[in-house]
């Protein structure tokens, strides 16, 4: 296979032609990715919002330490294992395109194993909860409460470190309609489970983290039912252990940089939640900052659909040695961010002065949105290009790069600028939401740069070194 491979590659680089139709065709296949990857992307986000609304709906308190345990867990914990599973983007796309089926299985099982025995640390800290929230000053009823809730949630991390490598398997295989069904049936299962867990059966606010666990592990379940009875995934679902523990090296290598490029960015936002808990009238401020960060993540979430397509379509067009068709995909999925977050920062800019009303019915919010909303506008713009790049980049293999780039933008840039014009400067929530804009934009630009720069030849030929090693390529007198 191996040999055919280099055969099939280096005719393809030379009879691959940019055409109109060509476009049209990158462009109907990126579309047919993106927009259920996008469907994905929300309900995925949306399981963690309902069960926090319903347990929310219990008490002040239960919301406030729903809430909290929400944003501990999405920081140490999910965010760290969708993060490594990143690192499958470049391995299970470039393998998958270069028809290395063996390789691909042999990732897609590393990364479960891998990724369960990353759970098991991050489960015992879990327990710890609310003496680590209460070291940090937090109010110990409300970190009792997050505590009880983390504590449910360990199932669900563990069924969230299956889950997200399937997503990899199948997204990588552009078979995107399995991932669809079965998270979309999840949600619809999720609502009405946690409203009887919460509420019929009077679990309070652990009903809803049982309800996630059950939610995800369906998924998972339905995943792998697919996985097993399809024919479509007769090739890449074999199992050989040998290459499975042999592959566990590789997978970090790219695994480890993607989970710091996701997890710097996701502490970035939890910390300045925490820092408009300093602010006068921090209710307030606490408040309106929450609604233009919910709106920002809702909005990350459609455009990481677009950047998954991305990604998948570079990974398997430099896998399978099309740098052509690679640059191709990226121009497309870049004019299809750029003609969504501009659409939905102008209808967003000519809505501000009733948006707020979506979330809170006091004046005071909707106003204070009001004045945010133009620097909502300009962020959405900036964070939804990012994203898109950033699954560029994870196609590409990049994921060293975009660590330094999201360190660089984020802490060297976004939070001292955030904490000066906020508190030196007195700017309040505005001074902060400018200090993640600027740092968003420095992010956008240091990425935007290197895919400009990039020599997209090179990359397919990195990409067979990857895949099949530099002595076989010098073999055959490819490297």
Not at 114 to 122: A, E, K, N, Y
Not at 208 to 219: F, P, Q, R
Not at 353 to 367: L, M, N, Q
């Amino acid at each position: 296979m191996d040999q055919t491979f280099l055969l099939k590659s280096t005719t393809e680089e030379k009879r691959w032609v940019l055409t109109w139709d060509a476009f049209v065709e990158e462009l109907r296949r990126v579309s047919c990715l993106a927009a259920p990857m996008m469907v994905v992307s929300v309900t995925l986000y949306l399981l963690q919002v309902v069960s926090m609304i319903m347990a929310g709906h219990l008490s002040e308190l239960s919301l406030s330490g729903v809430s909290m345990a929400t944003s501990f867990t999405n920081v140490t914990g999910f965010s760290l294992l969708a993060g490594f599973s990143g690192g499958l983007e470049t391995l299970c796309g470039q393998t998958y395109g270069a028809e290395q089926y063996k390789k691909f299985g042999s990732y897609t099982y590393c990364a479960i194993i891998s990724l369960i025995v990353v759970s098991i640390p991050v489960s015992v800290l879990w327990t710890f909860t609310d003496r680590l929230l209460i070291a940090v000053g937090i109010d110990s009823e409300i970190s009792t409460v997050a505590c009880k809730y983390a504590i449910w949630l360990i199932p669900a991390l563990f069924a969230f470190a299956i889950l997200q490598p399937l997503l990899r398997y199948f997204q990588s295989q552009s078979l995107i309609y399995p991932i669809l069904v079965s998270t979309c049936a999840a949600l619809c299962f999720h609502i009405p489970l946690c409203w009887a867990l919460v509420y019929k059966w009077e679990l309070g606010n652990i009903g809803g983290a049982l309800a996630i666990g059950v939610s995800y592990w369906l998924n998972v379940i339905l995943l792998v039912l697919y996985m097993v009875f399809s024919s479509s995934c007769e090739k890449t679902r074999r199992l050989y252990w040998d290459d499975i523990f042999s592959s566990i090296n590789k997978f970090f290598r790219f695994a480890f940089p993607s989970a710091v490029m996701i997890c710097l960015e996701w502490w970035t936002y939890e910390l300045v939640i925490l820092l408009a808990g300093l602010l006068p009238d921090p209710k307030l401020q606490t408040s309106v900052l929450s609604i233009c960060l919910a709106t920002a993540t809702l909005h990350y979430y459609v455009q990481y659909g677009i950047g998954a397509a991305g990604s998948t379509r570079v990974s398997n067009e430099l896998g399978a040695g099309n740098p052509q068709a690679a640059q191709v995909a990226v121009q497309v999925v870049l004019i299809m961010s750029l003609v969504e977050v501009v659409t939905v920062s102008l209808i967003l800019f000519f809505c501000r002065h009733i948006f707020g009303y979506a979330f809170s019915s006091e004046k005071r919010v909707v106003d204070y949105v009001a004045e945010l909303a133009p620097l909502m506008c300009l962020s959405i713009i900036m964070e939804g290009l990012q994203a898109v790049l950033s699954g560029i980049a994870r196609g590409c293999g990049w994921q060293h790069i975009g660590a330094f780039i999201n360190l660089g933008a984020y802490y060297l840039v976004a939070t001292p600028l955030a904490v000066v014009l906020c508190f030196v400067l007195h700017l309040g929530s505005r001074g902060l939401w400018m200090g993640l804009l600027i740092g968003k934009t420095v992010q956008a630009l240091c990425f935007a740069s290197i895919t400009a720069l990039t020599n997209w030849q090179k990359q397919a030929t990195e990409a067979k070194e990857r895949i099949l090693g530099r002595s076989l390529l010098a073999d055959n007198g490819l490297a």
